[in-house]
C-alpha cells in the first residue's frame, strides 16, 4: 500500500511539473538581419522551440512544419496580433509577422493545448 501511494504522490509531482513548472529554453532569433526567419517544429504536443526571443522592431517570418495529425494542431493563432493560420500536415506553412514592440506575444492552437511565447525585447 506504501508503494501504490508513493508512485501516485510521484505521478502527482510530475504532472505539475510538467503542466505548471517546467519552462523551455528560449530561442533568440538573429539580430544581424532585418528580417528573421525561425522554425517551429509542431510534433508530440508542442512547439519547438516554444520561446522565441528578438528585438523590438524586427519582422519576424516563422515557419511552421507541422508533423502531428492531431485536430488541434491544425491551426495556430496569435491572439494579440489577430493572425490566424492553418497548417497542412507534414509541408512548411510560412506566417510573417509584423514590426513589434516589447512584451510577450503568445501564441497557441485553438484549444490552447500546444503553446508558444514570443518575446520582443
Known amino acids: 500500500m506504501l508503494i501504490i501511494n508513493l508512485i501516485g504522490l510521484g505521478l502527482i509531482v510530475l504532472i505539475v511539473w510538467w503542466f505548471w513548472l517546467y519552462q523551455a529554453q528560449s530561442t533568440q532569433v538573429s539580430d544581424e538581419q532585418d528580417n528573421s526567419e525561425i522554425t517551429v517544429v509542431v510534433e508530440d ?4 522551440p516554444a520561446h522565441i526571443s528578438l528585438l523590438e522592431n524586427k ?3 516563422i515557419n511552421f512544419v507541422r508533423k502531428d495529425a492531431s485536430p488541434c494542431a491544425a491551426t495556430v493563432l496569435f491572439p494579440e496580433l489577430e493572425i490566424s493560420a492553418d497548417l ?3 509541408k512548411t506553412f510560412a506566417v510573417q509577422l509584423p514590426l513589434l514592440k516589447k512584451g510577450e506575444y503568445a ?9 508558444g511565447t514570443l518575446v520582443v525585447k
Not at 504536443?45 to 519547438?48: D, E, F, L, R, V
Not at 501564441?107 to 503553446?115: D, E, G, I, L, T
Open 45 to 48: 504536443g508542442i512547439y519547438q
Open 59 to 61: 519582422a519576424l517570418q
Open 88 to 90: 497542412p500536415l507534414n
Open 107 to 115: 501564441f497557441h492552437c485553438q484549444m490552447k493545448m500546444y503553446s
